[in-house]
């Protein structure tokens, strides 16, 4: 065996041998939309509104910013009021949203902050740090849509 192939060999062994592991050059987020990172993480597109004009994501860390033009409210299935704030941030993890903020409720008469997502099977906990409720994921498989805020299924209009 040559040196060479000796050298290698004893590498590879030691390099193993405490753990080394070798990383792929990290994924282009330029070309990735916040969808598919939501998609890549467990979670549905719906979680979202349409019209995310940009996102930060440390993939170390899981922190992350997603950013739209202006506040977005809206009532899904007309049952409650949904509020998106301009900068939405958060950690995300396989299956699991936490510290969230720019994201809030209206239940009755009071906005509650929701700071937690977490998915379980084919249902999605929703925390607002006191209380929590259950929803089907198949409700989040398309984007809300807000007035004032660019979607890009419009064609490229504004609402």
């Given amino acids: 065996m040559s040196r060479t192939a000796l050298l290698l060999l004893l590498l590879c062994i030691c390099s193993s041998a405490v753990g080394f592991t070798v990383s792929l050059p990290p994924q282009d987020l330029s070309k ?10 467990g ?18 860390s899981g922190k992350f910013s997603a950013y739209l033009k202006g506040p977005c409210v809206f009532s899904p ?3 409650y009021q ?13 299956n699991h949203l936490s510290n969230l903020s720019g994201i809030s409720v209206k239940v009755l008469l009071f ?9 379980s099977g084919d249902d999605l906990e929703f925390s607002v740090g006191v209380t929590s409720a259950n929803f089907p994921v198949d409700n989040f498989s ?18």
């Avoid at 509020?83 to 995300?92: C, K």
């Avoid at 398309?142 to 609402?159: F, H, L, M």
């Fill in 32 to 41: 990735t939309t916040v969808y598919e990172i939501l998609e890549s993480y």
């Fill in 111 to 119: 906005w509650f902050d929701i700071i937690e997502v977490q998915r």
């Fill in 43 to 60: 979670f549905p597109v719906g979680l979202l509104p349409e019209g995310v004009t940009g996102y930060d994501l440390d993939e170390s």
């Fill in 77 to 79: 299935r007309d049952t």
């Fill in 142 to 159: 398309e984007c809300p849509q807000c007035g004032g805020v660019y979607c890009p299924s419009s064609g490229g209009r504004e609402d």
């Fill in 82 to 94: 949904l509020q998106y704030e301009p900068t939405i941030s958060g950690t995300v993890s396989l």
